[in-house]
């Protein structure tokens, strides 16, 4: 004992040790708390399919997170290159989601299309994201969550990435779930196989398979990735009873056959189809699928004597990919209707009603083909003329006086309003009409919206603007001009989407009433300076359209 306390009594001794006690104790308390306050929560972790996956937070919130890279298939190469995809081996120990897969194999990691777009709005094309890497290991998924560990189930929304099937991926920054993730539901991006992995048929694929089907991975993988969906939705706070596929371009494409393939069937309860490509006109059969994987096999120099699949599968990826675009070939990368995946021709399909029954959310931009002129840059009247022809066969001359042209300065418009109208506005109407008609919800939107900055006037909506909009990420198209009106745009858009996601109905808030679409009234919401409704989608030009296809689905393809 120290001096100082000799001279203390016992019984103040006492006092001051057990008020030393209460003191520290409540310091003790005190600071516990406060380090409750302050530290950090760990991260995330979650655990599906086997796994424990650790991802990050993007949110304030201990519900509000991400996990990216995740596998929902196995690695599809060696012997399981141009196969079904093939259940995952659960890894041992906690893995990183923390960062993003490469995209799926593809010919550049360069975009064009943002480029173009960025040098005729006048601003810097080296602000186009790019991607960082590929690879033929890429079947994985992102999730986003604001709901981890939540009472009340949230809805899900599964992302198909475009890119014409040949290009895309779900890591693109323009697909970042975050801001969608805040308005309340679980976000999941799929990359998928694309190109010579995803579509390649061969008859020696053909007789491999039990179904006797080839050239359709790219859609069995989208499948594989719903089916994990249904599994382990729950597992970020999803409910796997509401889950919304969208997407858009080929990614939109790309749902109009899994709305005719059974295959999909009970794996997702609404649809959202944003510039819905050429999917409904499209009539390939297996057979046709199967000519081109004998020629990408006769270009790489297999012989007929070889073992075909061993020698293709041993073939790098590169090359592979190298002779693919080598065959020029229009629909080369287009599914095929295999009797499997696609048991018929999806217009036949929609025109029986025998397609999914869902409510559906679906339309296009005003002016889609602005950027995408590169597929055919330069265009005369004779050769518009021409081909305009040879597309509308017997009604050739019905298409030719509504897309007049007295020079190739107005070829050139006339070409971008057809083939807007020939490849979105169209094709979007008709599988509105033919699911109204069976008895399906369908909203039905046009977006307008242009940029308020030079060079606007010369894109118009052009394809793929809406995304920023839907995705409420406006901030991560840094290479368009932007005003505080298309903030307010987005935040109506986004909205809007995840409302269609959790009731199958977009209505509510401010948003000004969107009616149903039915084939008479033809009913529909314009996103563009102002939102409003309007009725007739392309009246006069799209007849041309349905009668063409009523003679394919006919047997005239």
């Known amino acids: 004992m120290s ?42 972790t979650v655990s599906v399919e086997g796994e424990q996956l650790q991802g990050d937070f993007f949110g304030d919130g201990p519900g509000t997170a991400v996990f990216r890279g995740v596998p929902y298939a196995a690695p599809p190469v060696g012997e399981l290159r141009w196969k079904p995809p093939a259940p995952i081996t659960p890894r041992e120990g906690l893995q990183p989601a923390t960062e993003f897969a490469p995209a799926c194999i593809q010919g550049t990691n360069e975009n064009t299309f943002l480029s173009y777009i960025a040098k005729t709005l006048g601003q810097d094309p080296t602000k186009v994201p790019v991607l960082s890497s590929v690879s033929e290991d890429c079947l994985y998924l992102n999730v986003w969550t604001p709901n981890l560990g939540g009472d009340e189930p949230a809805p899900v929304m599964v992302f198909l990435h475009g890119g014409a099937n040949v290009a895309g991926s779900a890591s693109e920054p323009m697909y970042d779930g975050a801001n969608l993730a805040r ?7 799929i ?5 010579a992995f995803g579509l390649l048929a061969h008859p020696a694929l053909s007789a491999e398979s039990e179904h006797g089907s080839s050239g359709n991975y790219g859609l069995l993988d989208q499948i594989a990735a719903l089916h994990w969906v249904q599994r382990n939705a729950a597992a970020f706070g999803g409910d796997p009873g509401r889950v919304t596929v969208f997407g858009e371009s080929a990614g939109a494409a790309n749902i109009n056959y899994l709305l005719a393939s059974p295959l999909a069937e009970g794996l997702f309860h609404r649809a959202v189809i ?26 790489l120099g297999i012989s007929d004597g070889e073992d075909v699949l061993a020698a293709m599968r041993a073939r790098s990826p590169e090359e592979l990919l190298r002779t693919w675009f080598s065959i020029r070939q229009v629909g080369i990368s287009s599914p095929n209707v295999d009797g499997w995946v696609l048991p018929d021709a999806p217009a036949r399909t929609f025109d029986r ?12 931009n005003t002016d889609e083909w602005t950027t995408l002129r590169h597929y055919w840059p330069n265009v005369t009247v004779d ?9 509308n066969g017997p009604l050739a001359e019905r298409a030719v006086e509504l897309y007049p042209a007295a020079n190739d300065a107005e070829a050139v418009l006339a070409a971008d309003r057809w083939q807007t109208d020939w490849y979105f506005a169209c094709p979007s109407k008709f599988v509105a009409d033919r699911m109204a008609r069976a008895g399906d919800p369908v909203h039905f939107y046009e977006f307008s919206r242009t940029v308020k900055a030079p060079g606007g006037e010369l894109l118009g909506a052009f394809h793929a603007a809406e995304l920023a909009y839907v995705w409420n990420n406006l901030a991560v198209e840094t290479w368009v001009p932007h005003q ?28 000004p009433t969107w009616p149903l679409y039915d084939s008479e009234g033809e009913a529909f919401l314009e996103f563009g300076d102002t939102v409003g409704p309007g009725s007739g989608v392309r009246a006069g030009y799209c007849e041309v359209f349905e009668d063409l296809l009523t003679i394919w689905m006919a047997g005239g393809a």
């Open 353 to 364: 009603g025998e397609h999914i029954r869902v409510p559906l959310l679906i339309g296009f």
């Open 383 to 391: 050769a518009f003329y021409r081909f305009l022809r040879t597309v």
């Open 484 to 511: 505080p009106s298309d903030q307010e745009l987005a935040d109506a858009v986004s909205a809007a989407w995840v409302r269609f996601a959790a009731t199958g109905d977009p209505n509510g808030d401010s948003l």
């Open 3 to 44: 001096d100082s306390l000799r001279h203390i009594s016992p019984r103040t001794l006492r006092r001051a040790q057990t008020g030393f006690r209460v003191t520290a104790a409540a310091a003790l308390v005190l600071g516990v708390l406060a380090c409750s306050a302050t530290a950090p929560p760990g991260p995330p």
């Open 274 to 299: 944003e510039s819905v490509g050429f999917a409904v006109a499209n009539f390939r059969t297996l057979k046709a699928a199967e000519a081109v994987g004998e020629s990408v096999a006769e270009a």
């Open 183 to 189: 308005g309340g539901v679980v976000v999941v991006t």
């Open 191 to 195: 990359n998928y196989r694309l190109n």
